[in-house]
């Protein structure tokens, strides 16, 4: 019954395309490559790919709109390829849709990591099994259905509102997770700009779970762009 996960990989620069899809191959992925948007929206209806990897910046086509144009029929994984100074340009492809982003130049590992985190959601959303009422990472461990938190065994006492920061970013562990987005799920869609309520939670979340706050084991800030939990054990 185990099928392979199979990759659509959408990138112009060839030599990219080609060290991703030789990192996937050598870990037992199906991978299909494309250089092109128009390419590859026709490969991801033909082939169904299990997760797409896109660059934005392709020749014929904004890499959004094929994020714009995939979120109307399907919620496969998609990791945006991304170039190092568009911080703007992330937050805009996670907001339409995307899921993470990778930026270049990355490694193997780095990739292959993301990969399988996507992978995880994509079984935890496909409801095959996988449902877990805890998340567990590093010593830390969120019992979703009594609402308790523990950092190595001592319980550690959160707000409500930092209960519902933590709590989604566990659920989406290892998956980076904007401002915007964090802020509609505590304040709701109509909340002033709170991004300022949302960094001094952040603040005492980062108290009470971290041993060092200023190098935080469990939640990562990536700049400009939002937070993003420590995958899962
Ligand atoms: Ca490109």
């Avoid at 490559?33 to 590859?40: H, I, P």
């Avoid at 994509?122 to 877990?132: E, I, K, W």
């Avoid at 709701?188 to 041993?211: S, T």
Wanted: hydrophobic share 40%; with cysteine.
């Amino acid at each position: 019954m185990n099928t392979k996960t199979s990759v659509l990989i959408i990138e112009d620069e060839k030599n990219i395309c080609d060290f991703i899809a030789t990192a996937l191959l050598n870990q037992d992925y199906r991978v299909f490559k494309s250089y092109s948007g128009t390419d590859g929206i026709s490969q991801i209806t033909s082939r169904c790919p299990d997760i797409l990897l896109l660059d934005l910046g392709l020749p014929d086509m904004d890499g959004m709109d094929i994020i714009r144009e995939v979120r109307q029929w399907s919620s496969m994984p998609i990791i945006v390829i991304s170039a190092r100074t568009q911080e703007e340009e992330k937050v805009l492809a996670l907001d339409a849709g995307a899921d993470d982003y990778i930026t270049k130049p990355f490694g193997t590992s780095e990739l292959l990591a993301r990969i399988r985190t996507a992978v995880r959601h994509l079984s935890g959303a496909n409801g095959q099994g996988n449902q877990t009422h805890t998340f567990e990472a590093h010593g830390l461990v969120i019992d979703f259905d009594r609402r308790r938190i523990f950092v190595h065994d001592q319980e550690v006492h959160l707000t409500q509102v930092e209960y519902k920061i933590v709590s989604m970013l566990a659920k989406n562990s290892g998956k980076v997770i904007t401002y915007d987005t964090l802020i509609s799920h505590v304040w709701g869609p109509y909340a002033d700009d709170n991004n300022r309520i949302l960094r001094v939670n952040m603040a005492n979340i980062r108290r009470k779970l971290e041993q060092n706050p200023a190098q935080p084991e469990y939640i990562f800030t990536e700049i400009g762009i939002g937070y993003r939990m420590i995958d899962a054990d």
